[in-house]
């Protein structure tokens, strides 16, 4: 644990022995109780005693406010006292807060359910990604239905897991979990029903490669990602690219906007994995043609899911994070010389996209 995570009762797992008054007010102590797992940790793992400090977090439970994805949550430290029950009491320090900033990248996770020991190793993991506030879990056409009755997929379990993660992490924004019905069929009203879908859609026409057109104005802000190995014929481009191009487009609208609101808004991102015999072409059309996501490529090799999920994830909130900090800079990501810059590096590493991606032609929109 980089964190030791305190929250209300309603989220994943908070010991109901602290009453969340306590938790509210940062000048009331907390007091663990000698069987929570926390109180361990700080003694037997951290091997603290009286007099030490250690670094907690207070989860935010009403998580993204005005979808600015800003949080109430804070870390601060803490001095330990021993209680005589073997309990461990924590005494806030209210001049080491360290608040959640006002505005923050959000990244939502569209994952097809993997085999469930799969998906129990990838819960901690997408939790530890502080960018990541949202993860709908969908059955697919080529998956087993059956992976939907996983326990993978029950809160006592995935909830210690994501709290696992976020301390990890050092975080303390929430992580909102949406499970799908095992017979929900992916379509532009089951993606509306989501809120995933980019105004407008993707337009009629074009090939799968297409997504949603690059001139319109029509946009929410959102970079919405098909991960997708491409084929023989044509590579998507990389996905810290369409990130990148995508942050670049909407602040030059932003730039000509007169609200002062259009600018507030963070960067953002929806993030699809496909299921280890990856998506059918009508679902991969759902997502591209009709509800606006653009293919992405994580380069030449074929990943299993959890690797495509860990390694989507981490690019994914690398260009997110670039996006923030050039708007707080009062650069414009993806314009002029560092486009130019960018797009060179997109040409030059789709080429060595497409020479991998000739010889995996049959594993077309594939990760095993």
Known sequence: MNLILFGHA??????????NDVIDDIDMDIDIPPDDERTRHILDHLKKTSGDEVSIGIV???????????GGGYRCRAS????PNGGVRLVRDPRAVIRDPPTMPTLTLVLAMPFPSRMRYLWSVISSFE?????ILVPSSLSDPEYMKSTALNPRVYGPLIEGGMSQGGRTRPVRVEICPMNEIISRTWMERY???RGG??????????GADDDDDDDDGTARIFLDCGDEDAVPPPARDVVLRHCGKRDRIVSASSSPDAISHPPSAIMAVGPERGWTDDEARVFVKDCGFRPATLGGSILRVDA???????????????CHRNRGEGRTSGGGGERRESDGGARRESET????????????RRFE
Do not use: C, F
Request: proline content about 3%.
């Open 308 to 322: 495509a999920v860990v390694t989507g994830l981490g690019i994914v909130s690398a260009a997110l994070d670039e």
């Open 80 to 83: 330990i006292r021993t209680m």
């Open 353 to 364: 996209d497409k020479r991998g991606a000739m010889t995996m032609a049959r594993n077309h």
């Open 131 to 135: 960018y990541v506030t949202r993860v």
């Open 60 to 70: 935010d439970p009403r998580g993204d406010r005005g979808g600015r994805g800003g």
């Open 201 to 210: 859609g993707g337009g009629e026409g074009g090939g799968m490669m297409e």
């Open 195 to 197: 809120g995933l879908v």
């Open 10 to 19: 309603d989220h994943h797992r908070t010991s109901s022995d602290i009453p």
